[in-house]
Structures are given as C-alpha cells and as structure tokens.
C-alpha cells in the first residue's frame, strides 16, 4: 500500500468516525435531530476534510516533513490556530444561514465550540506527524542497515586487493627508481584506505572530498599504468556545492579502470567531466572500453551498489546509466540533485 | 636457468627483476609485456622457466599457456590469492604473491631447481618433439592441469577435440590429433589409429584382433584397437 492511499483512508475513516460520533450524540442529548443540524454536521465534516488536506499539502510544500523535530512545535502551533478559527468562523456562517435555533451565542457554547474544533486539529497533526516520524525512523533505519551491508561488501571486494597489492607491489619498485613519488605514492595509498574504511562515518561528503579520493585514486593507478592510461579531469566550479555519497565517485572510476583500460593492451584514456545546470550535477565518467550487460557482460558489482545507493538517498530525483560512446569509449552518467531526502 | 618474466606492468617486471638479481641460477632473458608478446618470446628464446601474471590485457596468462604446445615452468605471480587460481591441484602449482617475499621465491626456486635437475639426470636432451618429461597445459571448463607427457595414457580425437586421459581425468583440448601426432616424440607415442594415439609405456597387454588388427590394453583396463595398417608398423617397432 503506498503512502497516499494510507492517508486517504486514514482521512476518510477517522473524520466519517467524527460525523457519526457527532451525529450519536446528537440523538442522545436531544430528542431528535433536525434535518438542518445532520446537513450542518456533515458541512463541517466536509470542511475539516478540505482544511485538512490542504493543511497536508503544504506540509509537503514547506518540506516540514524533512525536519520533524521540535522546532515545528510553534509552526504547528499556529497552523492549528489559524485553521481553528476558520473553521469557528464557517461553522458560525452555516449556523446562522441554516438558522439553527439551538445555537444561541453564548460564550459557553463559543468556548466549548471552538476547543472542540481545536482538539480535532490537534488531534489530527498529533496522528499525522507521528506517523511520519515514525516512516522516517524506519526508513532510516533501512538506509543504515543497507549502508552497513554496503560498507561490508565494499570491504570485502571493493577494496580491491588487486588494486592495493599491485598498487604496493609498483611502489616497491618505485622506492629504488623514483623515491619522491614512492613517498607519495603511499601517501596516497594511505588516504584511499582511509576513506575506505570510514566509509560509514557520513552519508554525504563534499563533491571536493570525493575529487581529492578520486585524484589520489587515478594517480596511484598512474604508477601502476604509466602511459597506458590518461586522465583528463573537467570539473564545474559549482559543483563543489554539491554532496555526494562517499566513494561513489570513485568506485565508477575504478570501474572505468578495472573493467575498461585494465583489459587494453594499449591502455585509454578516463576522463571525469562534472556540469551544473537548474541545481542539479550531472558527473560524466568516460572510459576507452565497451560495456557489456547481459549473461557474459559483468553487471559490476560496484553498478548495483551506486544505483541503490542513489535510490536510497535521493529517491527518484537522481538518475544513473551506463551506455557504450560509439566502438571505443563507455560512458557512465550519474545526474543528482542538491539535496537528498534522508 | 634461463626465465621470461611475463607481466604488463613495468614497474612490477623491474620489481621482479630485481628480486631474481640475488638468485645466480636464474638468468632472465626477456621480459614481455603481454600474452601475444610472451608468446613470441616463448619461441624465439624458449626459456627454462615463465613468470607469468595471470592478469593482463587482453590475453591472460593462462591463453597464453593454453597457446603454447610445450610449457616450460611455470611460476604464476599475481596480486592476490585469485578464485583462477583454485583451478589448480594445489601441488602442481606455483604461485608467489605480489609484492613479492624473497624468502618465499627463494623456497620456490629451490623446489623448480631440484625438479629441473632430475631431469637433465634422466638424461633427457631438448629436441624439438614432446617426450615423456615435457608437459602440457590443460584447461577444460574451469579446472587447469600441468600434466607431464608421461602420465598421459592415451588421446581420442572427438571431432575438433582431443580427450587426454590421465589419471582420473579426460578434459578435451582444443587440437587435431594429427597436429598434435607430428608434434609428438615417435618414441613414446604411437598412433594407433585414426582417432587414438597411445603412450607405449603405458601397456599391458597386446592381444591379436580380426583381419590382423590388434588391441592394446592399457594399464587401468582400457582398451584401444590398433587398425590393421598400423598394426603392421607396430610390430615392426616392438620387434628387436
């Protein structure tokens, strides 16, 4: 059952509830019901049901329900004030253009009256906000356990231990040849480990975090390669307003490698283009290569992963996809927005 | 011993060679940078001994392997303890993980030397055909075998295939059985027939067939027939 269909019958049981609450009452406090106090009590019903899904829709419009903490109160506060009295007041017209005697405009009535209505929309956010505190301490949930197993699989075979052994192994080698660079070569080395393995720290890093991994990534992959293998980097200067999942950058990257120019004899060339446009990123792998799907196409690994990642923290606003750029190039493309949903 | 170190990468080739400077019995003649260049180099220079990374670009080590007619020694390097790898019998193979631990090469070497000695003291000179102490490479699904010439029984030609049986295994190479029988020392392999070719040391038991064919039985019970014609030439090789 999807969200909207779940509030559609909590708001039609719940206020059909109120009428027939209202209605019994009415029969039991007095004689017998006019027929002008049953079309009055359904009106109201009817305006509640309005108010309150108005009320609903800018909830979602203010993104009050990306807050949800204390600091609501007062807002909620007010919008219950707001839409109570008008709410008085509509009852106060039918009352008066249905002419029905029994309201008499005491201030007893006025106090009792406009509490209840109160009490209804109180009652109402109580449920509404609840609940979503709730969907959002799951769904949180659901995002840690999958970040978990996500960390543990990275770890596992994302790591690569192709990538760091050979990559250990060339700086051996570079220790006697080129000092200099093997001492920062390790350096580098040591930086990918650790963002690696602290992973689960943050769901999001800035976009210039995510490039620095990736630089020290291409360049340790440059003493492996040496001329097998070119980087070309164009980065937008907005996108370092941008977040991005840790690592996700660079394991397209390593893939572009692994998969693409690993298996060149000549090697190719990787090039990394991000482009900002109406607040959203577009980040551009390019890599010489051909992807292959299907049974003898791997549908890496690290694939399945950016794409459920992406759907976790960005719902349906970023994009991912992977196509062949003519005979000799792939092109993977992540597109996402500026803010994620978690 | 004379080694070809096979791996694309530079920096670990000069690793590697550098490594081997200490070991005075190991002279590296080449190094190649790719399966299609190891190959050439197999042939020109035939070495004693393949360092071979099992991931390269565009062939691996082992089409490299399965290229070759004859392969030398074969030490595998790689960077990690890879699931390719677990196609081996453990015993029959050789592997040394990137970086490279001296003493672990040192071990290595020492096991290849003594092997390589018990052959030069059997007396076995090169020639250009398989004997008995070369072997070969084989690859049939995901399972791989060094197996010496001389634990071969027998090979049956199944159209493009050939099935080499040996021990307890009959994995198929992808071969014609009369480029493999030219290849072959005359010696210790005869072709029995249009589909078999046969290890004479392996027999048991010659016995006569219809119209002056023969069947060889072989050791383990298997039983091959020797086709009229060829039955002729056999015993003229058998007889004194």
């Given at each position: 059952m999807n969200r909207a269909k779940i509030y559609w019958i909590c708001q039609i049981v719940g206020w059909s509830f109120y009428a027939i609450f209202n209605l019994a009452l009415f029969v039991l406090l007095e004689e017998n019901p006019v027929g002008n106090e049953i079309t009055a009590q359904l009106m109201l019903t009817g305006y509640f049901i309005i108010s309150t899904h108005i009320y609903r829709n800018l909830i979602i419009k203010w993104g009050w329900l990306r807050i949800l903490s204390p600091d609501l109160i007062p807002r909620i506060v007010l919008s219950i004030i707001v839409l109570s009295i008008s709410c008085f007041v509509f009852e106060l017209l039918i009352s008066l253009f249905l002419d029905i005697s029994r309201y008499d405009n005491s201030i007893v009535w006025i106090v009792s009256q406009f509490s209840a209505i109160i009490f209804m929309y109180f009652l109402w956010s109580l449920i509404y906000f609840v609940y979503h505190y709730f969907e959002n301490y799951k769904s949180a949930l659901k995002y840690q356990a999958r970040i978990n197993e996500i960390q543990l699989n990275k770890l596992k075979s994302q790591l690569n231990p192709h990538f760091i052994f050979n990559g250990l192994n060339s700086i051996r080698a570079l220790i006697d040849e080129n000092p200099r660079k093997a001492k920062m070569a390790v350096t580098q080395l040591s930086n990918i480990l650790r963002n690696t393995l602290g992973m689960n720290e943050k769901k999001l890093i800035n976009f210039s975090e995510e490039l620095s991994t990736v630089r020290d990534y291409l360049d340790l992959e440059n003493v492996r390669y040496e001329e097998r293998l070119q980087t070309v980097l164009n980065i937008h200067p907005d996108s370092y307003r941008f977040y991005v999942p840790p690592l996700m950058v660079q394991t397209l990257v390593e893939n572009g490698i692994k998969h693409g120019i690993a298996n060149l004899v000549d090697g190719g060339i990787l090039e990394l283009t991000t482009e900002v446009n109406d607040g959203v990123m577009k980040i551009e792998i390019k890599n010489s290569g051909q992807y292959q799907n299907g049974p003898k196409g791997r549908k890496g690994y690290g694939i399945a992963n950016t794409v459920q990642r992406l759907k976790l923290l960005y719902g349906d606003k970023a994009k991912f996809n992977i196509f062949n750029q003519g005979n000799e190039f792939v092109v993977t493309e992540v597109i996402i927005p500026q803010q994620a949903i978690v | 011993m004379k080694a070809l170190i096979v791996d694309d990468?530079?920096?670990?080739?000069?690793?590697?060679?550098?490594?081997?400077?200490?070991?005075?019995?190991?002279?590296?003649?080449?190094?190649?940078?790719?399966?299609?260049?190891?190959?050439?180099?197999?042939?020109?220079?035939?070495?004693?001994?393949?360092?071979?990374?099992?991931?390269?670009?565009?062939?691996?080590?082992?089409?490299?392997?399965?290229?070759?007619?004859?392969?030398?020694?074969?030490?595998?390097?790689?960077?990690?303890?890879?699931?390719?790898?677990?196609?081996?019998?453990?015993?029959?193979?050789d592997y040394l993980l990137k970086p490279i631990q001296k003493e672990r090469l040192k071990e290595s070497l020492n096991k290849l030397i003594e092997r390589q000695t018990a052959r030069t003291q059997a007396g076995v000179a090169k020639t250009s055909h398989l004997g008995v102490t070369d072997q070969v490479f084989v690859k049939d699904g995901d399972r791989c075998w060094f197996v010496k010439l001389s634990e071969v029984r027998l090979f049956e030609s199944e159209g493009n295939y050939i099935k080499v049986y040996f021990a307890d295994n009959r994995p198929m190479i992808h071969k014609s059985l009369n480029a493999l029988d030219e290849k072959l020392d005359g010696r210790s392999f005869f072709r029995a027939s249009r589909k078999h070719i046969i290890n004479l040391s392996w027999i048991e038991k010659i016995e006569p067939w219809f119209n002056g064919g023969l069947v060889v039985q072989l050791k383990g019970g298997q039983n091959v027939e020797v086709s009229r014609r060829q039955a002729a030439r056999f015993k003229d090789m058998m007889s004194l």
């Open positions: - | 990468e530079r920096l670990a080739r000069k690793e590697l060679s550098s490594l081997l400077s200490d070991f005075k019995k190991i002279e590296v003649i080449g190094e190649a940078i790719n399966a299609d260049d190891a190959y050439q180099k197999v042939q020109e220079l035939n070495p004693d001994l393949l360092f071979l990374d099992i991931q390269m670009p565009g062939k691996s080590g082992f089409d490299l392997l399965e290229m070759l007619d004859s392969v030398p020694q074969v030490i595998f390097t790689t960077a990690y303890d890879e699931y390719a790898l677990r196609a081996f019998d453990v015993n029959a193979l």
